[in-house]
């Protein structure tokens, strides 16, 4: 049952604001990332298909790697809120800039690589803005019950992009599902603009910081000195890694499954309906799990686990609901995560915490999309999909077995 403390932090107007900003926006952003799968599926041969999307997760990692340390010390050192307003903008520019390039009968695929490269970029200095503002926004008793009404938000988007993606595509053309991102991220602008009272960010001790090389390395240092922060790092990277198979979809879908553009709309957004649900069920109940470290890792282990069942599926339904199970038990690892980080980071850091973070929550999935590809373009999309799962099942075990704070980690 809902309550209203299950929604406390919705009762703080900015955080409010910039809930429902996000919710849309996030919903255009998901859209446009199963729009872009398909757009490169159309544009390469047959023979090319699995390595050309594969490239996908390869354009999206080299700016985060790039950026992903300054764009911390940026969100550390400028306002946050003006900085997202900046990015903001720029993501709206490149949507654009994919519809354009598409309504004039793109048949390249090289620009959408670039562009796809660019929104990234823009994406890894809105990231750190965006969740260091978060814990600005609302008290520290209800930071954890923002984190979970975040996560059941872009769960939500995730459901609904995709398969509203899937649905415009099928009746009209990609160039729409860029559109529609594109005009997304108009809420979010207006959101940070009706905010109120936003309080300063902590300053850091002695003189006021700058952009520098010296502020960076102390971000570094303090990641990997605090040992949780530091191993759920390497198991979001590590997992993400091995079992990142959403590049593929568009071959189980076109030639696996035969299920056409509705279908792929659908299986898209599969992992984000057991996300849903299991991200509703969090609000309500994550005070409640006391032996959080635990659930993380039980929670990743099954997630590789499905992810083998998915590669071995040649049912449209095993397979939907073999992706919903990666969604739901990703999203119980990931609140768990977040809620660990942002606690144990001080506001000064939050930033260059998540700029640093990214490498491994981003790059993780993004590098995996260039492995899966790889793989699957020398052995097939089943074989990728089934050793991926099986490499995440390992990955899982060796931070268990090598870190016994993880296994520790209460909620106290």
Known sequence: MITRQSLVALEHRNFRLLWIGLLISMTGSLMQNAALLWHVSLLVPPERKALALGLVGLARVVPVIVFS?????????????????????????????????????????????????????????????????????????????????????????????????????????????????????????????????????????????????????????????????????????FATFFSSATALLPIFAQDILHVGAEGYGWLFAAPAVGALVTSAALVLFMDRIERRGPALLWAVGTYGLATVVFGVSRSFWLTFLCLAITGATDTVSTVIRNVIRQLETPDRLRGRMTGISMVFFMGGPQLGELEAGVVANLFGAPFSVVTGGLGCLVATAWVAASTPMIRRYRSR
């Open 69 to 237: 340390m300054l764009s911390g010390v940026v969100a550390d050192v400028w306002d946050r809120r003006r900085l997202m307003l900046l990015t903001q903008a720029g993501a709206a520019l490149v949507a654009l800039a994919l519809a354009v390039l598409t309504f004039r009968n793109l048949t390249a695929v090289w620009p959408i690589y670039l562009l796809a490269a660019l929104g990234t970029a823009v994406g890894a200095f809105d990231l750190p803005a965006r969740q260091a503002l978060i814990p600005m926004l609302v008290p520290r008793e209800h930071l954890s019950n923002a984190i979970s009404l975040n996560t059941i938000m872009f769960q939500a988007a995730s459901v609904g992009g995709p398969a509203i993606g899937g649905l415009l595509i099928a009746s009209t053309s990609v160039a729409w599902a860029y559109v529609a991102n594109a005009v997304s991220f108009g809420f979010v602008i207006v959101a940070l603009l009706m905010m109120r009272d936003v309080p300063a960010r902590e300053e850091g001790p002695g003189a006021k910081e700058s952009v520098s090389l010296a502020a960076a390395f102390e971000g570094l240092r303090f990641v990997f000195k605090a040992p949780l922060i530091r191993s759920t790092m390497l198991l979001d990277f």
